[in-house]
């Protein structure tokens, strides 16, 4: 053990003072980011810019963090993200995050039963998207399923969903009819964000809704749609969701919001 820290102490003694100013600090940022509520940055994330010049212009040239003018805060970048996680874990930092608890990735076939199980959890019987449908949806629509994975277990703590199309308002034939997604399609209508009991209030679900949506505007799309219950109106605009009042839906006989976002121009 002495002699694997040992060797551990001598590899990380080769770097550079400058090396090392600059890998810290990219830590440090990780460390310490939050997510900005800027129309223009929604899903990045942020950190505050109190860090050697040289250290930032260095990682801001590969391409690890962007310095926008004038603001006292850095965006990391994705690259950025990983390069900060590598570094955690070669300097035996832990780092509690939700990446490290959870993969982040589309569904796969197989993982068709357990999403549907999930489902029956997270809604009653009357909203529910039954086993026919969430199994036509999955074989359909796979690229716009996005799980996430506990780590430990290998099994899903939750999911969002949804179909691609040009349509630009909600109708409840989204939730049936997995032949209206178009892959092309501009805009996502969601059809459900689903987090098992045991996994809920750690932010799991912000983090769905914020990879979907980075995920979606790199595909070029405009907008993202939904439907929701009152409850959940406060939610969704936190997750940067306008509510446009109550949408034309009547699914499982209750009474939805209409919220949409815009992610891109398309
Ligand atoms: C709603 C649900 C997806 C939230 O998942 P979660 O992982 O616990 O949510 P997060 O921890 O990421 O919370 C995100 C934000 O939503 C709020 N929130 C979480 N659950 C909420 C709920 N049940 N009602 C209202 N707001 C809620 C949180 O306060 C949090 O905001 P904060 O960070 O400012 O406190 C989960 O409870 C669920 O699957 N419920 C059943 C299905 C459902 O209702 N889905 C949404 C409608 S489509």
Request: charged share 35%; hydrophobic share 35%.
């Amino acid at each position: 053990m002495e002699n694997v820290q040992g060797l551990q102490v001598r590899n990380m003694d080769k770097k550079t003072r400058e090396q090392a100013i600059e890998e810290l600090s990219l830590m440090l940022m990780y460390l310490t980011r939050f997510q900005d509520d800027n129309e223009f940055c929604r899903y990045m994330e942020t950190s505050w810019k109190g860090y050697d010049f040289d250290a930032l212009n260095e990682l801001e040239k590969k391409d690890l963090i962007y310095q926008p003018k004038k603001s006292k805060c850095v965006y990391l970048s994705e690259e950025g993200k990983v390069k900060a996680r590598e570094l955690l874990a070669e300097y035996h930092i832990s780092d509690k995050d939700i990446l490290e608890k959870f993969e982040f990735r589309n569904i796969r076939p197989e993982e068709a039963e357990q999403a549907v199980a999930i489902e029956q959890i997270c809604f009653p019987p009357n909203e529910a998207c039954s086993e026919k449908n969430m199994k036509e949806r999955i074989a359909v629509a796979t690229e716009l399923f996005l799980v996430a994975v506990d780590r430990e277990t290998g099994k899903l703590a939750g999911f969002l969903n949804g179909l691609s199309t040009d349509e630009y308002s909600f109708r409840d034939e989204f939730f049936v009819n997995a032949d209206l997604h178009n892959p092309e399609g501009k805009n996502i209508m969601l059809l459900g964000l689903d987090v098992l009991p045991e996994y809920r209030r750690q932010g799991l679900a912000r983090e769905l809704v914020f990879q979907y949506l980075r995920r979606e505007r790199e595909k070029d799309r405009r907008r993202v749609i939904l439907t929701c219950l009152k409850s959940k109106v406060k939610m969704y605009r936190k997750l940067g969701f306008t509510d446009h009042g109550i949408s034309d839906s009547t699914w499982g006989g209750e009474e939805w919001h209409e919220m949409s976002q815009v992610i891109g121009i398309g």
